[in-house]
Nanobody
């Protein structure tokens, strides 16, 4: 069993910053991918940023230059700067982890990020 605990969401004005955190715990043999997805009202869930076990980083075009993903063992962070109203969404922590010799997908409960003046 794997648990993901997110924190750091909230309300911020346009141009402000927030830092999201996600901590993974449980019977994890290996973390293959960690990432942040987001879902705005009325829209599909989309990838914001991810980090692969070898260190490769991926960002959605809409957040490049403003968001920074990082990882420290089983903890992951998303530093969000220069936030825009369109960044408003529920942000979900995602982990692809090997548990008992098989790869599985795990999701956090989501944390609300609201950018508004």
């Amino acid at each position: 069993q794997v648990q993901l605990v997110e924190s750091g969401g909230g309300l911020v004005q346009p141009g402000g910053s927030l830092r999201l955190s996600c901590a993974a715990s449980g019977s994890i043999s290996r973390i293959n991918v960690m990432g942040w997805y987001r879902q705005a009202p009325g829209k599909e869930r989309e990838l914001a940023a991810s980090i692969i076990s070898g260190g490769t980083l991926n960002y959605a075009d809409s957040v490049k230059g403003r968001f920074t993903i990082s990882r420290d063992n089983a903890k992951m962070y998303l530093q969000m700067d220069s936030l825009k109203v369109e960044d408003t969404a529920v942000y979900y922590c995602y982990v692809d982890a090997t548990v008992e010799y098989a790869s599985h997908d795990y999701w956090g409960q989501g944390t609300q990020v609201t950018v508004s003046s």
